[in-house]
């Protein structure tokens, strides 16, 4: 490798930067890039066109890009390093309006922004584990995006844990929490004050944001006490660095556990939209599953916990997306299986995605019955990581509870499954997950996998609608509005469907 | 031929197969086998195996549900000729889900294994106030209250039943059972209940221990 600066040449804009600099640290400065999996080589949507003086291929990247593509010179951006000098294109400075949104396919919108001349406005996700921001200016280019953990975690991982540590006497911490590393967030991303955001969650994340009293939340019959849909100012919000009077929209929920993030995620996948007639579903998979299905013009929401195994815990090898988690297994040689570690590391574990394709190859072997009997146990996946008869209980436990809550919405509608033409599957597990090992264990109804359009953080695209579509707002609340709710605990078909999908 | 057709009555059981265990009692009782022998060597010797399976680990939920299901088919069938050989339950026992709470899945396995296990289970349903427990328990004589919980929100409420329990003066007749995922043995003893335990084949277990236990006194 050279030592000092190399110049990189980017959409012809030459610059110079240090020799090593992976690509992916530089194109923000080009305009929008989006990196759904955190740099991981695992999305493949930060595909550039480059030549030069370049790192070597990664797996990552032999795995993810066909040969034709590595023919044209495409590469990760989050792959790839600039040794010496490099030319880099890529489809940058996307000023057109339905395109400002990265992932997925969004309707397109009026630009109208929330904010005023000359303005930068945020877009806010603030998810139980991750808190996800992206900057917009007034033409609704993308400027700026970043991820941080939830501090919020120390009080507990779950929503529940967080409201239990609220009602124990932690508000103002929880509250203090987030609102410090929305405002930090925003102090390091944007060059100006931000003068407008929309701050999209579920409800016990606006719940705490707003210091809202959680009680209501946390037992039945989990009557929310504020569904939002609201202006605040920033001021009144207690955020720092927006100016005191940017307003700050907090979008609608459609009931306790079905939050303000559905809603956005709704919107950004075209469900507020009353002349589309399509059937089709919206399931953002996490420890919570909240799925919505449109039907000749009927909306229905429920909300189904799986639990956090598909995050790692509650699995005896269980990990998260990190370096040393096998993320990807398929069948090997000799009957073994094969498996794909995250960062070239040693393998120590196993993510949801890895989980979810163990499973779907166990099955295959024969290892695995449907009853979910494990015929030599441990499972070995990738020595040393394997999996327990146990392992395999607490996949069911959370597959069947995803599964049973789509069967449940299409049943209680009246839905064939094969009306559906679209099955947007949408949160960071659905975008890592490999439908069809997702199918295959039967956590997704295997003929919807044709349907199945996986969108990314679609609650964080919404939110960004809301932000540069003034006049998407009244069609958002109406849409949370007549939105029913379908409660699953008290549903004798989710219970039978549960039950049946618990199987593989 | 009636070890075979017991026999073949907790096979079919352990398969679910509601319909052919219902007609296998049928057929026992024409047969001449006492009520109370079919169930207990049939039916109930049946569940016990899907309980012992489910403790490994080598059978799951749908597997004992199924299995429920068919137990209860042929209790049904059974039911008057029980009554009239006068065959009592080993004991009683009231179950819910504790107030806050509609999470009953494990609440119900809990259920058909103490069923299985001969005892008189009143199924109080979820969201449970302490007050019905502890009436309950009162009213209808109950050797055993059992509280069930999946919410960390929520297992608070047993502590609750606990208290009411001793405020109405029954803890040295009735015993009270928690269990849920989040329950473990430190929170029981915190809270002064009975037993825990980490799934429904020991809950049950334990429950007709206790039932041996308050007899003898
Ligand atoms: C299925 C499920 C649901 C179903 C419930 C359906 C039903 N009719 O019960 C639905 C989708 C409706 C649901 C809803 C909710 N759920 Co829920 N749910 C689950 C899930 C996936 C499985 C629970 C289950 O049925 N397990 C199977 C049974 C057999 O196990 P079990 O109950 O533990 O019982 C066994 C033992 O514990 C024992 N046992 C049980 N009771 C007793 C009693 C006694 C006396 C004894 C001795 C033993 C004993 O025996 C049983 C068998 O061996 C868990 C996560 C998980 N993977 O565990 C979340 C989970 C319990 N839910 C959770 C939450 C937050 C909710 C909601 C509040 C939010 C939401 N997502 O919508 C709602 C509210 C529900 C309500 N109104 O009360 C959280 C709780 C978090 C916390 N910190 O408390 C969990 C842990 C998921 C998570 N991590 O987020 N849920």
Redesign the pocket.
């Known amino acids: 490798m050279r030592e000092g600066k190399v110049v990189l040449t980017v959409n012809g804009v030459p610059g110079e930067y240090p020799a090593g600099t992976l690509l992916s640290a530089v194109l923000p400065d080009f305009g929008l890039f989006s990196l759904p999996c955190g740099g991981r080589g695992r999305c493949g949507k930060c595909r550039v066109t480059a030549s030069g003086e370049l790192s070597p291929l990664t797996d990552a990247e032999t795995r993810i890009l066909t040969p034709d593509e590595l023919a044209r010179g495409i590469r990760l951006a989050c792959q790839t390093k600039a040794l010496g000098p490099a030319d880099v294109t890529f489809d940058g400075g996307r000023e057109e309006k339905a395109r400002i949104l990265t992932e997925g396919i969004l309707p397109s919108f009026d630009l109208d922004p929330v904010f005023g001349e000359n303005g930068i406005g945020a877009a806010v996700d603030i998810g139980t584990t991750t808190l996800a921001v992206r900057l917009y200016d007034r033409k609704g280019k993308l400027l700026r995006e970043g991820t941080r953990l939830n501090p919020q975690a120390s009080f ?6 967080r409201m ?1 540590a609220a009602l124990a006497g932690h508000a103002v911490e929880l509250k203090r929490a987030v609102l410090g590393a929305v405002d930090s967030m925003l102090a390091s991303l944007s060059p100006v004050p931000p003068a407008a955001a929309v701050i999209t969650g579920n409800s016990a994340m606006l719940h705490l944001l707003t210091g809202t009293d959680v009680t209501p939340l ?5 009557r929310a006490a504020r569904l939002f849909g609201e202006f605040l100012t920033a001021e009144e919000l207690g955020l720092s660095v927006p100016a005191p009077g940017a307003p700050v929209l907090l979008p609608p929920a459609i009931a ?2 079905v939050g303000a993030d559905t809603a956005t995620a709704m919107l950004a996948c075209g469900f507020a939209d009353e002349k589309n007639g399509e059937t089709a579903l919206l399931a953002d998979i996490g ?3 909240e799925i919505v299905l449109r039907r000749n013009g009927r909306l229905y929401a ?8 598909f995050e790692g ?2 699995i005896s090898m269980g990990m998260g997306g990190e370096a040393g988690a096998v993320d990807r297994v398929f069948p090997g040689r000799d009957g073994k299986l094969a498996a794909h570690v995250i960062g070239d590391a040693a393998p120590t574990g196993i993510c949801g995605s890895g989980l979810v394709d163990a499973v779907a190859c166990l099955l295959e072997n024969g290892d695995l019955d449907e009853t979910g009997f494990l015929e030599d146990e441990p499972a070995v996946i990738l020595p040393p990581v394997e999996l327990t008869q146990n392992d395999i209980r ?1 996949v069911q ?2 597959k ?2 995803i599964h ?2 789509i069967r449940t919405l299409l049943r209680i509608s009246g839905t064939p499954v094969g009306e559906v033409k679209t099955f947007y599957v949408a949160g960071g597990f659905g975008s890592y997950l490999d439908v069809k090992s997702a199918c295959r264990i039967g956590l997704l109804p295997a003929e919807l996998r044709p349907a199945v359009r996986v969108v990314g953080n679609a609650a964080l695209s919404g939110c960004a609608m809301l932000l540069l579509g003034r006049g998407l707002l009244a069609p958002c609340l109406a849409m949370a509005r007549r939105t029913g709710h379908v ?5 004798p078909v ?2 039978e469907e ?1 039950m049946e999908r618990m199987l593989f | 031929m009636s070890n075979e057709t017991l026999n073949e009555i907790s096979a079919q059981l352990q398969r679910g197969r509601a319909k052919i265990v219902k007609e296998l009692v049928t057929n026992a009782l024409e047969a001449g086998l006492s009520a109370e022998e079919i169930l207990n060597d049939g039916l109930m010797a049946g569940m016990n195996e899907v309980g012992e399976k ?1 403790k490994e680990g080598t059978v799951y ?1 749908p597997e004992v549900l199924v299995a429920a299901r068919a137990m209860n088919a042929g209790v049904e069938i059974l039911k008057p000729h029980l009554a009239a050989e006068g065959v009592k339950a080993t004991g009683r026992v009231c ?1 819910g ?1 504790v107030q ?8 119900n ?2 259920k058909m294994m103490l069923e299985g296990k001969g005892l008189e289970v009143i199924d109080l349903g ?2 449970v106030s302490p007050d019905t427990f502890v009436n309950t328990a009162v009213e209808q004589d109950c050797q055993i209250i ?9 297992m608070g409420v047993m502590e609750e039943v606990v208290k009411k329990a001793e405020a109405a003066g029954i803890r040295d007749k009735v015993r009270i ?7 473990d043995e430190a929170f029981c003893r915190k809270i002064g209940a009975d ?9 049950a277990d ?1 429950a007709v221990a206790f039932c041996k236990e308050l007899k003898g006194a």
């Not at chain 2, 059992?146 to 929520?154: D, K, R, Y």
């Not at chain 2, 059972?177 to 329950?183: D, N, R, S």
């Open positions: 507990g991982a779950d929503v529940v844990s239990q946390t037992r039945a019959p989990f306790s556990f420890t919570n599953g429920c909300s189904t916990a799986a639990g956090p195994a815990a509650g607490a436990l959370a069947g509870a049973a809550g409660e699953l605990a008290s549903s989710f219970t549960y | 489910f939920v179950i889900t806050g709470d509609l999470h009953d899945i494990g609440k396995l809990v979820t969201d059992c509280c069930s919980a999946l919410l960390t929100t929520t059972m928690v269990g849920g995922a989040p329950v037993k825990y335990t980490p799934d429904a084949a020991s809950a334990a």
